[in-house]
């Protein structure tokens, strides 16, 4: 009898979801439309993003901000001691269902031990870290303390009069405010950076006491010049704003603008040795001491010895020691050009309004925000109005026993069910139920003369304070002149000094730092395949030997120019990437060379295909593509002021590139295609484009699968018949390579 096979056939491991179970649709592919994909899901997303997250509104707040503020007032941590941030961040999940880390970050930032705002709203104790240092953290919250800010007054003023809408928390179990009604333009006192889906906003802050006179000035003319009352932003680490008159009139009427702003310093006398003690908000100081170290490494910067952190309770300060001799003012220019020690705030003010973001100038800001005030304040005065009236309508009942209280004790004793009271009341003297539960409810102790006379002697005060406030109801610009006194008394109460100076004129033109001399002399720069240049000055080429190269490795390109050129390297992912001659180390020929992509930090995979050196950035690019095309580009468009590294789209990347070739002066290109044409063609006769990604134009007429091969100079040919290939009209064909003419094209390929 055969053995049988013990040898076990594995099962297919299937889910464990219970017998009978199965999964509808399980594996198969569900088409579904990339509209409805983006309505259904892309767009719900973004939207949440903006209106619930990322974007402040227009009592400058954003949600996590409001729930925090909200929850320590209830706490009643506005007049009360300080209590662990612990217990906050704990009480605050109940409206915001949140991470307690992020509610904590929160805080933490509108604490006034970070310095982050220039109007902190959190009075803070502990370490709350500093918005300067990426390093200096703050504590845990199990260690700090805090309580709000006595200017948090002004947030919640008359919050209980329904100034503003109450809407449920996220479990329904609590209410919270969907705005507060700030008695001044918050949205601009203080910096708020934030980044949706699509868009983002950031927000300068500005003086309390200027914005406070500008909102003033503005609600009384529409048409007042922002700049007399509020040259500049203010912002909470100081610093010097080199003022621009044209950015600073875009920030105030269409949001968008950039503010520079630069360090202070003072220089030590007789030490050699510069403090910084204010830096811009941009950078942080430990931005600031890489890139000096950076400079010091590369020998750029050889005027400091030394430097030092030295923040301490103090507040920051960043000490650099100088060697002996050195101007400690040119060298903070020098500073100012190459490090964050000057750098640009660039404002986009995207707010909400109504649920809508819309960036705004500094103008319509207020002008929205004055509108939301008198709002609140016409609800604060309804919610008056209808509690006096309400007041003087019990009294007016009140009144009425006064002729006979007598009478209104018979009708009280004689009634036998106490149901009846209220009713009998009300006939007896003529008053509606309200009034008369009013009276049925006073105190034996108070039916005497005396206390209803006191009580009824408020009629005519309560009188006139409805018509009062019906007056303020029916006239704006009194609701107006009751904004204007709170500005009044909160730039009265709260306002300090600017923090920023601004600077309307440099010092003496200083124009950043004194340009560098660079030392001019003979050079040959050799460029390799494998992306590796030599600067090798002449007295080294003439005596060396062979040039040193990597295996496979070989020279493309030799140019013989002068240390002061500038360089430019095209790449194969449509960059450019720019370098001075002078900035790369001199070199020997049996030496590899400097490995240009690491020394320029391309991307990975990255590969150069020509390099042009050029001092004045005359002449033309000429980029050839597989269609046939050429774009024809001027090398001026690849200059640029700010002195940038790199610049992206240097050329279009909507057709494959053949070639790409750089001549200073018109000339007559010679053009081989794959299907052995040649044409010549003026480049005189390519219409150049300003635009550097542009796709040219037609050049060669090409056939399916046919391509441009090679483009050289026609002059290095020697062709027997020249005229037989010159085209006087684009695009071209070409003429077919005669025989006495393919030697002369094939030793060039």
């Known amino acids: 009898m055969p053995r049988k096979s013990t040898k076990k056939t594995p099962k297919p491991v299937r889910p464990q979801l219970g017998d009978g179970v199965e999964i509808l649709n399980a594996g198969s592919v569900l088409e579904d439309p990339i509209t409805r994909t983006l309505e259904v899901n892309y767009m719900p997303y973004a939207m949440s993003v903006i209106v619930s997250r990322a974007l402040p509104e227009i009592d400058g707040f954003k949600p996590a901000h409001r729930k925090l503020l909200y929850t320590m007032y209830e706490m009643g941590l506005l007049k009360g001691a300080r209590t662990k941030s612990a217990n906050i961040v704990g009480s605050t999940m109940h409206l915001n269902p949140h ?70 928390n996220y479990d329904g179990s609590t209410t919270e405010p969907t705005l507060l009604p700030v008695t001044f333009p918050t949205i601009l006192a203080n910096n708020t950076l934030g980044i949706a889906v699509g868009m983002a906003c950031n927000i300068c802050s500005f003086n309390l006491a200027e914005l406070c006179a500008t909102t003033i000035a ?64 941009t950078t942080t100081v430990e931005a600031i001491m890489d890139k000096i ?42 500073l100012f050009k190459a490090t964050p020690l000057e ?95 009013y009276v049925a409810e006073i105190k034996l102790r108070h039916l005497n003369r005396e206390y209803i006379l006191k009580r009824t002697s408020e009629i005519e005060q309560l009188e006139k304070d409805i018509a009062d406030l019906n007056d303020v109801l029916a006239k704006p610009a009194r609701i107006r002149r009751i904004i204007i006194n709170e500005l009044n008394e ?39 395949r494998d992306g590796y240049l030599k600067k090798i000055p002449p007295q080294s080429l003439r005596t060396a030997g062979a040039h040193k190269l990597k295996e496979g490795d070989e020279i493309l390109q030799q140019v013989e120019t002068r240390n002061n050129m500038e360089t430019l390297f095209f790449t194969d992912k449509q960059q450019v990437y720019k370098v001075r001659l002078a900035e790369l180390e001199d070199g020997k020929v049996a030496q590899m060379g400097i490995y240009l992509p690491g020394r320029l930090g391309m991307d990975e995979g990255e590969n150069i295909l020509a390099m042009v050196i050029t001092g004045d950035y005359a002449g033309y690019m000429y980029f050839f593509f597989a269609n046939g095309k050429c774009a024809k580009i001027p090398l001026s468009s690849y200059a640029t002021k700010q002195n940038r590294r790199k610049l992206l789209k240097a050329y279009s990347d909507k057709e494959e590139l053949s070639l790409m070739l750089y001549l200073p002066e018109e000339t007559e290109l010679a053009i081989r295609t794959s299907a052995s044409r040649m044409l010549l063609v003026g480049t005189a006769q390519i219409p150049a484009k300003t635009t550097r990604d542009s796709q040219g134009v037609a050049v060669v007429t090409l056939k399916k699968n046919q391509r441009v091969v090679s483009v050289v100079p026609a002059d290095t040919l020697e062709l027997a018949n020249p005229h037989r290939y010159r085209v006087r009209s684009l695009p071209a064909t070409g003429a077919l390579i005669r025989a006495e003419d393919e030697g002369e094209q094939m030793s060039l390929l």
């Open 293 to 334: 170290s950076e400079l010091v490494k590369a020998g750029k910067l050889k005027e400091i010895s030394d430097m030092r952190d030295e923040t301490d309770l103090n507040g920051l300060k960043l000490t650099l020691d100088l060697k002996r001799g050195v101007d400690a003012d040119k060298l903070m220019a020098k």
């Open 99 to 168: 991470g307690d880390a992020a509610i904590y970050d929160t805080m933490v930032r509108m604490g006034r031990g970070n310095e982050s705002l220039l109007m902190p709203f959190v009075d803070s104790k502990g370490n709350f870290g500093k918005a300067y240092s990426r390093d200096m953290s703050c504590a845990a919250a199990r260690y700090t303390e805090a309580k709000l800010e006595n200017v948090c007054e002004e947030l919640f003023r008359d919050i209980d009069k329904e100034t503003v809408d109450f809407v449920p």
């Open 490 to 528: 909160v730039a009265k109460k709260y306002g300090q000094p600017r923090r920023s100076e601004v600077l309307y004129d440099l010092p003496e033109e200083e124009n950043g730092a004194e340009e560098e001399i660079v030392p001019d002399y003979p050079v040959t720069v050799f460029f390799t």
């Open 343 to 437: 750098d640009s705030f660039s404002a986009n003010f995207n707010i909400l309004v109504s649920g809508q973001p819309r960036v705004m100038g500094v103008r319509e800001i207020l002008q929205e925000w004055t509108a939301f005030r008198m709002e609140c304040v016409r609800r604060r005065t309804y919610y008056d109005l209808h509690g006096k009236e309400k007041r003087l309508h019990l009294l007016q009942g009140l009144a009425a026993i006064l002729l006979d209280i007598d009478k209104a004790i018979h009708i009280i004793r004689t009634t036998e069910e106490e149901t009846e009271v209220v009713p009998n009341l009300m006939i007896g003297f003529g008053i509606d139920e309200v009034q008369a539960d």
């Open 218 to 281: 503005l609600m009384k003319d529409a048409k007042h010049d922002i700049a007399t009352t509020m040259p500049a932003p203010d912002f909470v680490g100081g610093g010097q704003i080199i003022y621009d008159e044209a950015q600073m009139r875009e920030i105030y009427e269409k949001g968008r603008g950039s503010v520079r702003v630069r360090a202070k310093y003072n220089a030590v006398p007789g030490e050699n040795m510069l403090e910084i003690t204010q830096i811009p908000p």
